[in-house]
C-alpha cells in the first residue's frame, strides 16, 4: 500500500484529489483546530487519465481545541473532473459539531490542495485549512482506480 502525503487548504475534506504536496500558513482567524480521519470514496475512482467524479466523505473531528467545541462528525459530497494527479471538483461539507451546532463548509479541489469557505453556521466566513495525509485503501491508480481512501492529519477552521 502506497501512502501520500498531502498539505491543503480545506478540510481535506476532505483532501480528496490531489496528491501533490502545497504547503499554506494557518490564517489568524481561525477558532478550533482538531484532529481529523475519514473515508472518501471516488465514483468511478481515480486513475492516471482525468475523468469525471462523484466524491463522497465521512468522517470526524476530535481533540478540538478553541471555538466552544471538543469535537465533531460531518459528510460531504462533490464533483469534478480529476486524476490522481490532476483536475478540479467542489464540494459541499456538513459539519454537527458536539455542541449541536452546525457549519456547512464549501470547497474547491485541485491537485496544488484545496481551498473553501465556512458558508453557514458556527465559524461562518472563516477560512478552512487542513494538513493530512490520504491514503489509498483501494486501488492504486495504476491499473486499478483508487475507489476509497483514508484521510488523517489536522485541520484548523
Do not use: H, Y
Amino acid at each position: 500500500m502506497r501512502k501520500m502525503s498531502l498539505s491543503v487548504l480545506v478540510v481535506g475534506a476532505l483532501a480528496l484529489v490531489g496528491f501533490a504536496p502545497a504547503a499554506q500558513a494557518r490564517p489568524l482567524t481561525q477558532s478550533t483546530t482538531c484532529d481529523v480521519s475519514a473515508i472518501a470514496t471516488f465514483n468511478p475512482g481515480l486513475t492516471l487519465g482525468e475523468k469525471a467524479q462523484t466524491i463522497k466523505m465521512k468522517g470526524t473531528l476530535s481533540s478540538c481545541n478553541g471555538g466552544g467545541v471538543t469535537s465533531g462528525s460531518f459528510r460531504g459530497t462533490g464533483s469534478g473532473t480529476m486524476s490522481c494527479t490532476s483536475g478540479s471538483g467542489t464540494g459541499i461539507l456538513k459539519v454537527t459539531w458536539d455542541t449541536t451546532e452546525v457549519s456547512k463548509i464549501s470547497i474547491t479541489l485541485t491537485t496544488s490542495g484545496l481551498s473553501g469557505t465556512v458558508i453557514g453556521g458556527k465559524f461562518k466566513g472563516e477560512a478552512v485549512t487542513a494538513d493530512v495525509t490520504i491514503t489509498p485503501l483501494q486501488g492504486n491508480c495504476f491499473p486499478d482506480p483508487v475507489t476509497k481512501a483514508g484521510v488523517s492529519g489536522t485541520v484548523s477552521l
